[in-house]
């Protein structure tokens, strides 16, 4: 695992792979954004504040950090990388932005892939309105 993250760091600085953090708000015009560029959302917060608050409409639900702050990174990039083409853009969500703020810069930086921090999370997504749908465990 290490040397992978030592190629990645090379290529990054080489830059070969371009990689980039883009923090922006939920709001109507990243959602049109996200539909018209098919940016895949991400939502990694836990399945109970999924089943509490529900979910963005085409949001992908793959938990980050669980109930206790732990977290799984091999288990995440897996489930991301089946869920996700990570050549691509994509968004991340959570409740409010902390924790999407801690993972952007780790996706962004040392694994060289181009993401969308939504700042504000789901708190924001709802003040503006986004379509929130209830979570169905998939």
Known sequence: MKKIFFILFLLF????????????????????????QNIPIVDIRTPPEWKQTGILKGAIPIM?????????????????NEKV??????????HTGNRTSMLAPF????????????????????????PIVPYKKQ
């Open 13 to 36: 600085s080489a830059g070969i792979l371009e990689a980039q953090q883009i923090n922006t708000h939920p709001t109507q015009e990243f959602y049109k954004q996200h539909l018209d």
């Open 85 to 94: 083409d990570t050549k691509k853009p994509f968004a991340i969500i959570c």
């Open 107 to 130: 996706l962004s930086e040392q694994l060289g892939y181009t993401v969308y921090n939504l700042i504000g999370g789901m708190d924001e997504a709802a003040k503006n309105h986004l």
């Open 64 to 80: 980050f950090f669980d109930e206790r702050g732990n977290y799984d990174i091999r288990g995440f990039l897996q489930k991301l």
